[in-house]
Structure formats: C-alpha cells, structure tokens
C-alpha cells in the first residue's frame, strides 16, 4: 500500500467508528460542562485533521486501552480554562493556571472519563480511559495521526476535542501500514 492508500484507509476506519465512540465523549464532555462547569454545549461542524502536534494554551488528554484504543484531546485556550476553573471552584479568580487549576481540571476530566468509559462499556467494549492535563506545552505523537475534531460552542467560549479511537485490531492494523 502507498501512502495515500495507508490515509484513506485510516480515514475511512474513522469515519466507521466516528458515532460508535465519538459520542460517549461528547456525552461525558457535555455532562461534565452541565455539572461542573454549569454551562450547556454545543458541537459545531465535524471535520478530519491529520495532526501530530498540539499547542493549545491548556489540553486535557485522555487514553484509551482495552478493546478499543486512542485519544481524546480537549484542547482550550487558557482564558478559558481558567474561567471553567473559577466556575469549578464556585466562583474563586484564578490569574494563572497553576497546580489549583490543574487539580480542578484533572477532577473535569475524570469526571469525562469515568462517563465515557461506563457508556462505552454499556455497549460492550472493555476500555479504561486514564487522563493527563497539560499547561502550555506542546502535545507531540510520533507521526502524525487522523483526528475526527469537534468544535465546542459553549456561553464561556469555545474549545476543540480532538478523536482519534477505533477497535484496537484496527488501531493495530492501521499503525502496521
């Protein structure tokens, strides 16, 4: 197989499995707004993105393993984040996004994956979902990958959640060619 064979392969993988695993996120970024965050969501266009680097101000990576695999990249700019964390912590200012802010954002993101996760069980498939939060850092993966990107409207602004998950034997075939 050539390269673009190798994209549109992967790219078709993705489209495939886009609903099947993109919506227990979306669902578990929507809640986790709702009731920590006490704003409403709404997704914009979906668009695919080849990507191997992110370099958003505040990026909440979550990884998933078991029957399926991949990430999950919340991706904000710190004006935001900083404004989610005050509304996290009931309305305390927050200048800068510190160890606070990156304790208040980890609790956002478990709160994501603990939901995706039980969703995603709920439909048979074994998966954990760990998470990490980085602040003002570079996200590198090595080569790059095909992201299903979703655009979030929300009253506070809008961040992007990046999808790159499929069944693993895909995950597996994919990175093979």
């Known amino acids: 197989m050539n390269n673009e064979n190798d994209i549109n392969h992967t790219t078709e ?8 695993f993109v919506n227990p996120f979306l669902s578990a970024v929507g809640y986790a707004l709702k009731t920590m965050g006490r704003a409403s969501a709404n997704k914009g266009m979906v668009a695919l993105e080849r990507a ?41 200012p927050i200048k800068e996004l510190d160890a606070m802010a990156r304790n208040s954002l980890e609790e956002f993101s478990i709160r994501i994956s603990e939901m995706a996760r039980r969703q995603l069980i709920d439909r048979g498939y074994l998966a954990s979902v760990s998470s990490f939060v980085n602040f003002n850092k570079p996200l590198h993966f090595s080569g790059d990958k ?21 069944k693993a034997e895909l995950m597996d075939q994919a990175s093979v060619n």
């Open 13 to 20: 993988k993705l489209r495939e499995v886009q609903a099947e």
């Open 146 to 166: 095909q992201f299903i990107v979703v655009p979030i409207d929300t009253e506070h602004g809008d961040f992007k959640v990046f999808f790159n998950v499929m």
């Open 52 to 92: 191997n680097t992110f370099r958003g101000d505040a990026q909440i990576l979550l990884r998933v393993d078991g029957t399926i695999k991949g990430f999950v990249i919340l991706e904000m700019p710190e004006a935001l984040a900083r404004k989610f964390v005050s509304i996290f912590l009931f309305g305390l």
